[in-house]
């Protein structure tokens, strides 16, 4: 079986009031919810004199934050960083609060894109957008893109990128068990094929937005 | 091993005189190096991107995008509520600034006229280094606000203008600064006007005086209790935005 394309996609924008920006976005059942505050003020332990700085707060959607939400908070952070055009706000914080409200598979890319939108929404200035897409390698060698939280367990690897919407560069690349080159290359491969729907997603979400005002 | 297509995301036209025109982050507005950067877009080599998701203006040689939510900076101020005598600016947030303190007695005295949780109108004096800011009411049209109701209504929904001050017999509000303060010496009138009216969903009329003013004639035909149904209420909407329309305001 050899699936290439994302689950159905659905977002919906500003659902928040308090925060600046916010996005509760789905991929299939994985949903997630996020919440963006920003540019705000920042304690002068942690302000950088020529940029913003980027925080993210992950919250599992049971039980207290550890270790791993530390890691997916590290991925979420230099995501951004690397999208965010953070030397337009110096000495200023830029918040992201990620909530997971189901997981059911690619739940890194779920969170990334969610960040995307919340950061349109809020009008942060980006350098571009940015999708992300897991895949899973079975035994049996063969590619899923977006996989479900089943397929992911039995899967001998499961790779996430993110790539960013100009040049369809690498911006994210991770890696959980173990996989041959060729197989990397063929999943990054198909990867970036399938984050065209995202892309398209977008715009199409900017679109209906703007058309109501 | 497997190639790894480069591909480039077609970008929308590159001509730049297009008005209306939707971009997000990282579309191209233009490879024309004649206009001039404004917010909103940054520049990499020769083409001029967009930073934001929002809709591209240019004006002569400026282009800008204006995406569709903005965070607000005013000058007239609307304070939300008066701690001793430091005031919580709203709209810059809440920092808090002193109001006057020249001597020991004056600052035992300002008890007398202002107490916490007062609204007061007042004019931001200078802005300091670190973003707090000195407010004065050394103006008549400043000062305590009496009675009325704060009716909260989105930045968004603000239409911008260079006075934000009207005082009329019923109604005086600071459109402004997000908030609407009506007398409430007639309670009714004070009914007539809840939050709601400036919500999306019912109409783009975006809140400045007169636009207030004519909502509130409009709803002078409907009894209170008969406000209360939506349909009602996007009656007088509708009356207010035809109104708003003939005199060409709008």
Same mark, same amino acid.
């Given at each position: *079986?050899?699936?290439?394309?994302?689950?159905?996609?659905?977002?919906?924008?500003?659902?928040?009031?308090?925060?600046?920006?916010?996005?509760?976005?789905?991929?299939?059942?994985?949903?997630? *919810?996020?919440?963006?505050?920003?540019?705000?003020?920042?304690?002068?332990?942690?302000?950088?004199?020529?940029?913003?700085?980027?925080?993210?707060?992950?919250?599992?959607?049971? %039980?207290?934050?550890?270790?791993?939400?530390?890691? *997916?908070?590290?991925?979420?952070?230099?995501?951004?960083?690397?999208? +965010?055009?953070?030397?337009?706000?110096?000495?200023?914080?830029?918040?992201?609060?990620?909530?997971?409200?189901?997981?059911?598979?690619?739940?890194?890319?779920?969170?990334?894109?969610?960040?995307?939108?919340?950061? *349109?929404?809020? %009008?942060?200035?980006?350098?571009?957008?940015?999708?992300? +897409?897991?895949?899973?390698?079975?035994?049996?060698?063969? =590619?899923?893109?977006?996989?479900?939280?089943?397929?992911?367990?039995?899967?001998?690897? =499961?790779?996430?990128?993110?790539?960013?919407?100009?040049?369809?560069?690498? +911006?994210?690349?991770?890696?959980? %068990?173990?996989?041959?080159?060729?197989?990397?290359?063929?999943?990054?491969?198909?990867?970036?094929?399938?984050?065209?729907?995202?892309?398209?997603?977008?715009?199409?979400?900017?679109?209906?937005?703007?058309?109501?005002? | 091993?497997?190639?790894?297509?480069?591909?480039?995301?077609?970008?929308?036209?590159?001509?730049?005189?297009?008005?209306?025109?939707?971009?997000?982050?990282?579309?191209?507005?233009?490879?024309?190096?004649?206009?001039?950067?404004?917010?909103?877009?940054?520049? #990499?080599?020769?083409? /001029?991107?967009?930073?934001?998701?929002?809709?591209? #203006?240019?004006?002569?040689? !400026?282009?800008?995008?204006?995406?569709?939510?903005?965070?607000?900076?005013?000058?007239?101020?609307?304070?939300?509520?008066?701690?001793?005598?430091?005031?919580?600016?709203?709209?810059?947030?809440?920092?808090?600034? #002193? !109001?006057?303190?020249?001597?020991?007695?004056?600052?035992?005295?300002?008890?007398?006229?202002?107490?916490?949780?007062?609204?007061?109108?007042? #004019?931001?004096?200078?802005?300091?280094?670190?973003?707090?800011?000195?407010?004065?009411?050394?103006?008549?049209?400043?000062?305590?606000?009496?009675?009325?109701?704060?009716?909260?209504?989105?930045?968004?929904?603000?239409?911008?203008?260079?006075?934000?001050?009207?005082?009329?017999?019923?109604?005086?509000?600071?459109?402004?600064?997000?908030?609407?303060?009506?007398?409430?010496?007639?309670?009714?009138?004070?009914?007539?006007?809840?939050?709601?009216?400036?919500?999306?969903?019912?109409?783009?009329?975006?809140?400045?005086?007169?636009?207030? !003013?004519?909502?509130?004639?409009?709803?002078?035909?409907?009894?209170?209790?008969? /406000?209360?149904?939506?349909?009602?209420?996007?009656?007088?909407?509708?009356?207010? /935005?035809?109104? /708003?329309?003939?005199?060409?305001?709008?």
């Amino acid at each position: *079986m050899d699936e290439s394309s994302i689950r159905e996609i659905t977002s919906e924008r500003t659902l928040l009031s308090q925060p600046d920006g916010s996005s509760n976005y789905s991929q299939g059942d994985s949903t997630v *919810m996020v919440g963006i505050y920003g540019p705000a003020d920042i304690k002068q332990s942690k302000e950088q004199m020529d940029r913003a700085t980027v925080e993210v707060i992950f919250k599992p959607k049971i %039980g207290l934050a550890g270790v791993r939400e530390k890691a *997916m908070e590290t991925m979420i952070s230099n995501t951004c960083q690397a999208i +965010v055009i953070t030397t337009m706000h110096p000495r200023s914080s830029i918040t992201i609060v990620v909530q997971v409200i189901q997981d059911a598979g690619s739940l890194l890319s779920c969170c990334i894109n969610a960040v995307c939108m919340a950061l *349109m929404d809020a %009008g942060i200035s980006m350098k571009c957008l940015v999708a992300a +897409v897991s895949c899973a390698i079975t035994d049996e060698g063969a =590619v899923i893109v977006d996989p479900t939280l089943k397929v992911t367990e039995d899967a001998s690897a =499961v790779l996430h990128f993110a790539f960013d919407s100009t040049e369809k560069h690498l +911006v994210l690349s991770s890696t959980h %068990g173990s996989c041959t080159t060729d197989q990397y290359m063929s999943c990054l491969k198909s990867c970036q094929d399938a984050c065209d729907k995202l892309f398209e997603f977008y715009r199409t979400s900017a679109e209906r937005r703007f058309s109501k005002t | 091993m497997a190639e790894i297509r480069r591909i480039r995301i077609k970008p929308p036209s590159e001509k730049a005189a297009e008005v209306n025109r939707l971009v997000t982050p990282g579309d191209t507005i233009t490879s024309d190096s004649d206009y001039m950067r404004g917010h909103g877009t940054y520049f #990499e080599d020769t083409k /001029l991107l967009a930073s934001v998701a929002g809709v591209v #203006e240019t004006v002569n040689k !400026l282009i800008h995008v204006n995406p569709l939510k903005t965070r607000y900076n005013g000058e007239v101020v609307m304070s939300s509520s008066v701690e001793s005598w430091s005031a919580d600016v709203v709209i810059c947030e809440s920092t808090r600034r #002193e !109001l006057r303190r020249r001597s020991a007695k004056d600052e035992l005295n300002m008890r007398k006229y202002l107490q916490e949780g007062d609204l007061v109108s007042a #004019e931001v004096q200078s802005v300091y280094g670190d973003g707090s800011l000195s407010l004065h009411t050394r103006n008549l049209k400043y000062g305590k606000l009496g009675q009325g109701m704060l009716v909260k209504v989105s930045p968004m929904v603000v239409k911008r203008s260079k006075t934000h001050m009207q005082t009329s017999l019923r109604c005086q509000h600071h459109p402004r600064q997000q908030r609407i303060h009506l007398d409430q010496s007639h309670r009714e009138p004070a009914g007539r006007h809840p939050q709601r009216w400036f919500h999306p969903e019912f109409g783009e009329c975006d809140a400045f005086d007169t636009c207030i !003013l004519y909502t509130y004639e409009s709803s002078m035909r409907y009894t209170i209790t008969e /406000l209360l149904v939506p349909e009602k209420m996007e009656n007088v909407v509708e009356w207010t /935005l035809q109104r /708003l329309e003939q005199e060409g305001a709008v």
